[in-house]
């Protein structure tokens, strides 16, 4: 498969096998870079190793398939799209960001439109567009704008927003009116929308096209009004312990668990790989849960679940211990549980 919009790094990969003296590798892939699979795997036997491919959905670094690898007597994972999560692994794993070859230019000006009567714009990115952040910075530049980019130290990559972690872009918010991030649709416009109150444009360099999320964010906020209402009226709760090796939270569940029975409600643990409507339709006694698992779960697919599905900051406004106004300032959704 023509691999032009993405650099694999097929020589590095390569390398990576055979220093590694591997024999049987775990190849993880999220959605967007599965169809590069098959070439991927070529490239792992050629250097002398039996290439497992993951056809399970990765949705991000957290989600890395240790125990997926330990089952299969993997002995590398290689992992392709997202920056490391872990100090360390049981079983030794390879990252490669799969950094995009597409130019920004034409999505950036583009976006100039949607930002003419900013001034002051804050720079971000999500990990496949980091080398291209100076290319948007200089046509910012060019046209007038004063640039901003965010580095607290916390993502590999100055500017770097992840789907559960803003910091790049909440450091920088109080001085900049609006912000301009390249990445490919509106999941992390949206995190970026709500962690800083900041209107957003994206800049997609895959569609070479520039859009605002300010719709998007306001049915979002509406969404997980309507399900702290709605979760006030539920007697019954089921806590959810994400069973992904870098979203559980056991101990946080249990806590959640033992408040939720001091206010008077039945609460149940209920541990999930995936969290999604069906999984949870078996349960019909269970009126509402608290996912303590990936946060963007409840926020960004709250409509697809017919029950309410809080997180554990939206249970603190359900039982009164913050206020709504509140919670909507404090990016209660990263890194939540």
């Not at 497992?52 to 007597?73: F, M, T, V």
């Not at 900041?198 to 999320?213: G, L, Q």
Request: aromatic letters at 8%; charged letters at 25%; glycine letters at 6%.
């Amino acid at each position: 498969m023509n691999n032009e919009s993405f650099n694999l790094e097929k020589r590095k990969l390569k390398r990576e096998i055979e220093k590694h003296n591997a024999e049987r590798v775990l190849l993880q892939l999220p959605e967007g870079l599965k169809p590069y699979a098959t070439e991927l795997a070529n490239i792992i036997q050629e250097a002398g190793a039996l290439p497992i491919i993951l056809g399970d959905p990765c949705y991000g670094a957290c989600d890395l398939a240790l125990e997926e690898a330990q089952s299969l007597n993997a002995d590398l994972i290689v992992h392709y799209g997202h920056s490391p999560w872990f100090k360390s692994t049981r079983i030794p794993t390879v990252y490669f960001a799969a950094y995009s070859k597409k130019s920004v230019k034409k999505a950036v000006m583009k976006a100039l439109t949607f930002l003419e009567e900013y001034s002051h714009i804050g720079l971000v990115t999500t990990l496949q567009h980091v080398n291209k952040l100076e290319e948007a910075r200089e046509l910012l530049l060019k046209n007038g704008k004063i640039v901003i980019i965010g580095d607290t130290g916390v993502q590999p990559h100055r500017g770097q927003v992840i789907g559960c972690e803003y910091s790049n872009a909440k450091s920088i918010a109080d001085h900049v009116e609006a912000f301009l991030i390249l990445s490919g649709g509106k999941f992390h416009a949206i995190g970026v929308a709500i962690a800083t109150g900041k209107p957003v444009i994206v800049a997609d360099p895959y569609t070479k096209n520039a859009f605002s999320v300010e719709n998007e964010v306001k049915r979002v906020l509406r969404q997980r009004w309507a399900c702290i209402h709605e979760a006030k009226k539920a007697k019954s709760f089921g806590v959810i312990v994400g069973l992904k090796i870098g979203q559980k939270k056991i101990e946080k569940a249990q806590k959640i668990v033992e408040e939720l029975q001091n206010a008077g409600k039945e609460a149940y643990l209920l541990a999930l790989r995936e969290i999604v409507p069906e999984r949870l339709m078996q349960f019909p006694d269970v009126e509402a849960f608290v996912n303590t698992a990936c946060p963007r779960v409840s926020l960004d697919t709250s409509s697809k679940f017919n029950k309410p599905v809080l997180i554990p900051r939206e249970l603190e406004v359900m039982l009164e211990k913050t206020s709504w106004e509140k919670l909507c300032k404090s990016g209660w959704f990263e890194n939540d549980a």
